[in-house]
């Protein structure tokens, strides 16, 4: 039987929510709380997962108290309970949030077929990352919208960590498209020898032993356009 607790601040909600977990034999809800602070406080108990509303009220998000959450577990000597968050909203920077917060192990879009959270549950439980349709739409949206500007800081990372000049980046630029030393010499107006010489730098300073190695070292340096295209359907 898998033992789980709620947290919503929103009473007539709360007390729905449980009467509908509490009708499958295999879930049993050992908390109820419409407080964060009486659960962490009062109720804990050893519980499996815990279902966590997003908004607490007086504008409080629930994220914010995902590690203190864990931290009271492990104060009791409880097994931390996997957390799946709950939320009306549909704005993805949420979304995205709840994705990335440590701890959390799901997001499950209120309004959302009731069987789909017995599904969620199960996936959580089992070691999965649950994220209902919609705010899996949604999160690809701001994938897509943030790509060139996480490539901008992975380049500019890149350069700044081994020291590379202006014309070294731009031969590896040039070197990440597949162009030959010629066409790059080309490109830059400058000889072969000068492009072999930028090529026997970079080896040198991104301490790699093939064009192999140079590739995958340079793929920060490739256009944001071109890396963005990886989240596309």
Same mark, same amino acid.
């Not at 607490?56 to 995902?66: I, K, M, R, T």
């Not at 549909?90 to 709840?98: A, E, F, L, M, V």
């Not at 994220?131 to 994938?143: C, G, V």
């Given at each position: 039987m898998l033992k789980l607790g709620i947290i %919503?601040?929103?009473?007539?909600?709360?007390?729905?929510?449980?009467?509908?977990?509490?009708?499958? %034999?295999?879930?049993?809800? &050992?908390v109820a709380e419409s407080c964060i602070f009486n659960f962490l406080n009062k109720s804990l108990v050893p519980i499996d997962l815990l279902l966590l509303d997003i908004e607490?009220?007086?504008?409080?998000?629930?994220?914010?108290?995902?590690d203190a959450i864990h931290e009271r577990y492990e104060e009791k000597g409880y097994a931390s309970p996997k957390i799946?968050? =709950?939320?009306? /909203?549909? %704005?993805?920077?949420?979304?995205?949030?709840?994705? @990335?917060?440590?701890?959390?192990?799901?997001f499950f879009q209120k309004g959302s077929n009731p069987d789909l959270l017995i599904r969620a549950i199960h996936i959580v439980m089992a070691g999965g990352f649950f994220?209902?349709?919609?705010?899996?739409?949604?999160?690809? @949206? &701001?994938?897509q919208q943030s790509a060139p500007d996480k490539q901008h800081a992975r380049a500019d990372q890149l350069i700044a960590q081994h020291g590379l000049n202006e014309r070294e980046v731009e031969a590896a630029r040039w070197l990440i498209q597949g162009l030959t030393y010629e066409e790059v010499g080309e490109k830059m107006f400058l000889s072969v020898n000068t492009i072999r /010489?930028?090529?026997?730098?970079?080896?040198?300073?991104?301490?790699?032993?093939?064009?192999?190695?140079?590739?995958?070292? =340079?793929?920060?340096?490739r256009a944001p356009k071109q890396s963005a295209e990886a989240y596309n359907p």
């Open positions: %919503d601040d929103d009473f007539n909600l709360l007390q729905d929510l449980k009467a509908f977990l509490e009708y499958f %034999d295999e879930l049993k809800c &050992l607490l009220g007086n504008n409080e998000n629930a994220l914010d108290y995902v799946l968050i =709950l939320s009306g /909203h549909k %704005d993805q920077h949420i979304y995205s949030r709840s994705i @990335t917060q440590k701890g959390v192990q799901g994220l209902s349709n919609e705010p899996a739409s949604q999160i690809k @949206t &701001l994938l /010489h930028y090529v026997r730098v970079l080896y040198k300073k991104l301490n790699v032993n093939n064009k192999t190695q140079l590739r995958n070292k =340079l793929e920060p340096l």
